[in-house]
């Protein structure tokens, strides 16, 4: 499973525990270091939906069944 990392640290977090500042992630200990009381104005980092894992998952399916009908519509004749 993929964890993100904090910019500042590279350890690596829960994606609840960090939040977002231009596109980059911080934990609490570093983001308040940084950017004092500013950090908790940031927004917290989205978690992964499973709804991309489910795309990408679906995606692979029909790349399988278009090779597979492929294979079959060349091996049939
Ligand atoms: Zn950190």
């Known amino acids: 499973m993929f ?3 904090c910019y500042s640290c590279r ?3 829960e994606p609840s525990a ?3 500042s231009y ?3 911080y934990c609490e200990g570093c983001g308040v270091g940084l950017f004092g ?3 908790f104005n940031f927004p917290p980092k989205p978690a992964p939906t499973t709804r991309k894992n489910l795309v990408v998952h679906v ?3 029909i ?3 278009v090779f597979f ?3 079959l519509s060349i091996s049939g004749f």
């Open 37 to 39: 009381e500013d950090y």
């Open 63 to 65: 790349f399988g069944a």
């Open 18 to 20: 960090l939040r977002v």
């Open 11 to 13: 350890k690596k977090f």
């Open 23 to 25: 596109s980059k992630n």
């Open 3 to 5: 964890k993100p990392s």
């Open 69 to 71: 009908a492929l294979w």
């Open 59 to 61: 995606a692979v399916l």
